[in-house]
Structure formats: structure tokens, C-alpha cells
């Protein structure tokens, strides 16, 4: 979704309470099975978003004209889970999509995001149909999780004059997923999208 060239080989982004912050993420992933991972993390990114010790690189504030920022601020070694900045300038957004069967969760760092979840109820080769299944305004500190099958979603800034961030850590980097363009009625065809992340700030300090 995203045009800017790929981070092949993200190197660290520091910024400040960064030990702290993956500490915590650690600490949800440890729990390895998903529903125990998720609700772990829901909690602590609501903590972390209020945690005045937790500051993001000046960058993730920036917004793309062009489309929604994607910047990727840490890959676990360890673990292999995958934490995205995305930064939404006002009425920027998704199409809707999936996750390519991997869990995630979001957490609102600033601003306010409208995300809104479809189920799945019919597919007849590459096309799918969709219906609505609630739609959540989310506010700054929330975090909502996506536990595959479940996993189909849009997102948007509706705000006309805000940007909106919100982290989101994925159970493996996402290098791939399907989005689906509408069709007639509740009918969308799939099309397969390599994902790309912005410019990620490394710093030579971060271990
Ligand atoms: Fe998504």
C-alpha cells in the first residue's frame, strides 16, 4: 500500500524508554499462545501509551501526503515479532485487508482511528464477500487485537484537521497481505500487496 523503498534489513531505531518498552512487549509474547499473547499486549500497550518515560522517535510524528506512514521501530530476535509505527494524516486510510493469518495488536498513541471489521461469509476463487461485523472509534490509549480467522479490517483517520499514530505489533513481520477492492454489492476482489516500510531512523547507539 505504500510506495516508498522497503527496509530490507531494519537496522535499531532508539528512542527514549526503548528497553523498557520492549521489556514489556517481551514479557506479553513470552505467554506464546495467542489469545493469552493479545490480551497481554492490549494491556501493556494501553500502559505504554500512557507512560510519560515512553517517547517515539520525532519522525513517527511526520505524515506521508501521499499515503499513511509506515515506519517498523524494532524486530525481536528473540521472540520474531514485528512493531510498526503507522502515522495517518487527517482522512488517510486503508483499504480493506488482512494479515495474512498472523495476530496483531493496535494501540492508539495519538489521535483517533476508526476500525472497522469484516467477516467473511462467501468466496468464489479470487473473489470474496464481505459483510460489516462493527465498526469501533478508537481513541488515544486503546489497543484492540486480530486473531485470525478474524483478521479482515479497515482503518482511518477521520479527522480533518489531526494526524493520528498508533503502534502495531505483529506476530511476524508483515512483508505481505491481501487487500480487497470492491465490487458490486458486498463482493471484493483480492489482490496481493508486498508491504513496504518509510524511512526507519537508525541509530548507531541502539543495541
Ligand atoms: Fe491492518
Not at 498472523?102 to 476463487?125: A, K, M, N, P, R
Not at 484537521?161 to 454489492?185: K, M, N, T, W
Request: proline share 8%; net charge negative; aromatic share 8%.
Amino acid at each position: 500500500m505504500d510506495t516508498s523503498p522497503p527496509c530490507i534489513e531494519p537496522l535499531p531505531v532508539d528512542f527514549p524508554g526503548r528497553a523498557k518498552f520492549i521489556d514489556r512487549i517481551d514479557a506479553s509474547v513470552a505467554l506464546r499462545e495467542p489469545r493469552a499473547v493479545t490480551s497481554a499486549l492490549r494491556h501493556a500497550l494501553s500502559e505504554l501509551i500512557r507512560d510519560a518515560e515512553i517517547v517515539l522517535p520525532a519522525q513517527v510524528h511526520a505524515p506521508i501526503v501521499e499515503h499513511y506512514a509506515r515506519r517498523e521501530l524494532y524486530r525481536s530476535p528473540q521472540h520474531g515479532y514485528s512493531v510498526v509505527a503507522m502515522t495517518w494524516g487527517p482522512g488517510q486510510g486503508t483499504p480493506l485487508h488482512d494479515h495474512s493469518g498472523l495476530w496483531c495488536v493496535e494501540g492508539v498513541w495519538q489521535g483517533e482511528l476508526d476500525i472497522t471489521q469484516f467477516e467473511l461469509v462467501e468466496q468464489q476463487h479470487e473473489r470474496y464477500r464481505f459483510l460489516a461485523a462493527g465498526g469501533l472509534h478508537a481513541g488515544c490509549g486503546s489497543a484492540g487485537s486480530l486473531i485470525p480467522p478474524h483478521e479482515y479490517h479497515t482503518i482511518r483517520n477521520g479527522s480533518r484537521d489531526a494526524i493520528a499514530i498508533s503502534l502495531h505489533v505483529y506476530q511476524a513481520p508483515l512483508e505481505s497481505c491481501s487487500r480487497f477492492a470492491p465490487q458490486e454489492g458486498d463482493w471484493f476482489v483480492r489482490e496481493c500487496v508486498t508491504m513496504r516500510t518509510d524511512d526507519c531512523v537508525p541509530t548507531a547507539s541502539a543495541a
